[in-house]
């Protein structure tokens, strides 16, 4: 670490590590549900919307801490200066942390507001957005005090402000109901395909630059490009989920065209990255880092771009809007577009908290193998059962129920690509906490290989 202050990080890396754990435990949990009878009993004590409101709250807290501790990360080495206040990081590690549990328990107890994706109680909400301004406080005055703007820079804290604003829309409740869903909608999608697309392109700007030794202006360009794009087709985009709130119809064919070019950015920028570390033959010590780079930026295309492309176009997604091919998309759009980044800077980081510019990376590599065949297997049966229900419940007619247990081997499918996915998860996770160190062995032959080329 060039910055003592970078290590305000790790304890976030850590607990979003064992967050992530926890919620694909929980979604194993929901496909047992899907495709098993369970005990009323158990049913009564856990019931599925509870496993579900913990599945979906925890992917969206382990993904934020990622991104908080990747910011105060990349923020000194970026900025050239500590941080502004570790102390008031540590202090908001705390709050999020409790904040997480009190939530999480208080699911269990039924204490919820009852939106989707946004259950935790309103009194939480507010500690979470008194924690949001502390937390982009420290960001702004940390850039404001080194006075060494950047495009990352810029780029990372509009997108931050922008998540926070726009979370802010989620919280009242509005007693039209079209009204309600809309802000809703201004909340998930333009956070997903807003907010956090500008903070990913900023992050993953500024890893590939400390990666490849790449120039600054061949990743910040793409900056500018994913600016744009987030202006003009992420906010349009968010018309591809206006079906069924009473909208005007033209939002639908906006948004289902402008909403898959999203990713594109982000995939153009490790293309030219590719491409002039190639030319100038750089060495990259650390391969796990950029093999999450490529394979986050492939499933960010397919997850979000174009699996989404097809599942948004008014003509499909008039059958298949809140069916099992929305699953689909989410699950391969979450882990390309998110997950994978923070797994990418948390290999990044992590090793280099014991002294590891280098390390064993069979394990690692194991992990990502494993993830990424899973999630694509996950993705797929998903994507089938999703295809059956559509025809089934929306061409056919056919009853909820009836419907489901011509789907059910396709739960039992997603449920062992689950179990695969876990153990990527655990192998991965463990490697990231106790990283092996490189073998003389290993070193001898990277630098014959280096000597050959």
């Not at 006075?147 to 820079?153: G, S």
């Not at 014991?354 to 990502?368: D, L, P, V």
Request: include cysteine.
């Amino acid at each position: 670490m060039q910055y003592s202050s970078q290590k305000v990080a790790y304890p976030y890396f850590a607990l979003a590590l064992l967050l992530f754990v926890l919620q694909v435990l929980m979604g194993l949990w929901l496909a047992v549900n899907y495709f098993g009878a369970l005990p009323q009993g158990l049913i009564n004590f856990f019931p599925f919307a509870t496993a579900r409101a913990m599945h979906t709250n925890l992917l969206v807290l382990w993904l934020l801490l990622g991104f908080m501790g990747g910011t105060y990360y990349l923020l000194p080495e970026e900025t050239k200066s500590e941080l502004h206040s570790p102390k008031l990081a540590y202090l908001l590690f705390v709050i999020f942390a409790l904040t997480g549990v009190v939530a999480l328990v208080g699911f269990l107890f039924g204490w919820n507001q009852g939106k989707p994706l946004l259950e935790i109680p309103t009194a939480l909400d507010i500690v979470v957005v008194i924690g949001v301004l502390l937390f982009l406080y420290n960001v702004g005055m940390t850039m404001i005090k080194a006075k060494r703007w950047t495009a990352i820079q810029a780029t990372l804290l509009g997108g931050l402000v922008f998540l926070a604003v726009l979370y802010l829309f989620g919280i009242p409740f509005y007693q039209n109901l079209t009204i309600d869903w809309y802000y809703w909608w201004w909340v998930i999608h333009l956070w997903v395909e807003g907010a956090w697309e500008l903070v990913t392109a900023a992050i993953f700007a500024w890893v590939l630059m400390k990666l490849t030794g790449v120039e600054r202006e061949v990743v910040e360009k793409w900056l500018y490009v994913e600016i744009g794009l987030f202006l003009f087709t992420g906010i349009a985009g968010t018309g591809h989920h206006y079906y069924w709130l009473g909208a005007p119809r033209y939002w639908l064919w906006i948004g289902g065209i402008f909403s898959a070019l999203e990713p594109l950015p982000i995939l153009l920028m490790v293309i030219d990255t590719m491409r002039h570390v190639r030319g100038r033959q750089l060495e990259m010590k650390n391969h796990i880092v950029w093999t999450y780079a490529i394979g986050g930026a492939f499933f960010h295309l397919l997850g979000a771009g174009l699996w989404g492309f097809a599942h948004t176009l008014p003509q499909v997604n008039y059958y298949t809007h809140g069916s099992q091919v929305t699953v689909s998309h989410g699950h391969l759009a979450f882990f390309g577009a998110y997950a994978m980044l923070n797994l990418m800077v948390f290999y990044y980081a992590m090793p280099r908290r014991k002294g590891m510019e280098e390390h064993s990376e069979g394990r690692g590599k194991f992990g990502f193998w494993t993830m990424i065949s899973a999630m694509f297997c996950l993705g797929l049966a998903f994507g089938v059962a999703g295809v059956l229900q559509s025809y089934l419940e929306r061409v056919l007619r056919m009853g909820f129920m009836p419907a489901q247990d011509q789907m059910r081997l396709w739960f039992v499918v997603a449920f062992f690509c689950g179990i695969g996915f876990l153990i990527g998860v655990l192998v991965t996770v463990y490697d990231l906490f106790f990283p092996k160190p490189l073998t003389e062995k290993a070193k001898g032959k990277g630098a014959l290989a280096k000597a050959v080329a």
